[in-house]
């Protein structure tokens, strides 16, 4: 796996897997032409969604992807991004748009958890990717009416989001304010906030956490401190 002082890893209370520690989402991809070795591991990365649970096994995902060696595919996928993603998307090698078929292809009835799916799908895609050393930035700034129409989707299938893949940059490449955004600590909500006891409200792990062991980062600082 690639490792460099490019990355931002996930800095957890408690331990987790490497891969999930290692993923985020980079803005500075580097601009090395697309190899054929990147473009061989999409097989391994849209395998790894192949393999995601769903809801009665319907497997709702599709995904539309444009790579920079074809650059009219890339193009069609980068008009649909809004300016924000696209000043920093436009040095990503591959464009990706996650689909949600939102109907059972048997009953026809509405699939309530295909948004879900395509994200358990995502999910296993973005883990292969961190293990291959390929980045993926994924984006919900970019207009679903343009995607219908440049990458013909059609009825019944709903653009869920947008993803930019690659190896990682250098911050440095990317203009001011999104350069010191690359290299921001991550924060995330503490697990009080959103795993309850029983019902709603009261934080799972309120009691126990004060007795659990001092948070990863927190054993990490008092390393370098001492
Ligand atoms: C569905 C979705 C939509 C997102 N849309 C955007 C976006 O339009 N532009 C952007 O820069 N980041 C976008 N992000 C990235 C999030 O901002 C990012 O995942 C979050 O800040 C946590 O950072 P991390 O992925 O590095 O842990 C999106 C992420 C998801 C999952």
């Not at 897997?17 to 090395?32: E, K, M, N, T, V």
């Not at 048997?106 to 309530?112: D, I, K, L, V």
Request: aromatic content about 10%; hydrophobic content about 40%; overall charge negative.
């Amino acid at each position: 796996m690639i490792k460099t002082s490019r990355e931002n890893p996930a800095r957890p209370d408690f331990p987790i897997h490497d891969l999930i520690r290692d993923r985020w989402s980079p803005r500075a991809f580097a601009s090395d032409p697309v190899e054929t070795a990147t473009l061989g591991r999409l097989f391994e990365l849209f395998e790894a969604a192949r393999w995601a649970p769903s809801s009665s096994n319907e497997q709702p995902w599709y995904f539309v992807v444009g790579s920079r060696e074809n650059p009219g595919d890339y193009d069609r996928l980068f008009q649909c991004l809004n300016e924000r993603n696209r000043e920093w998307a436009v040095t990503a090698p591959v464009l990706v748009l996650s689909v949600a078929r939102t109907a059972f292809a048997g009953s026809g009835r509405t699939n309530r958890h295909a948004l879900h799916d395509v994200g358990m799908a995502v999910g296993n895609l973005l883990i292969q990717a961190t293990a291959e050393g390929v980045r993926v930035h994924q984006m919900g700034g970019y207009s679903v009416e343009q995607a219908r129409q440049n990458l013909l989707i059609p009825e019944g299938y709903e653009p869920v989001a947008m993803m930019a893949l690659g190896y990682p940059g250098d911050a440095e490449q990317l203009p001011g304010a999104l350069a010191r955004r690359e290299q921001a600590v991550r924060t995330r909500k503490s697990l009080e906030e959103f795993v309850f006891r029983g019902a709603w409200g009261q934080g799972y792990f309120e009691s126990s956490r004060s007795k659990a062991e001092p948070a990863v980062a927190d054993q990490e600082e008092a390393l370098h401190d001492s």
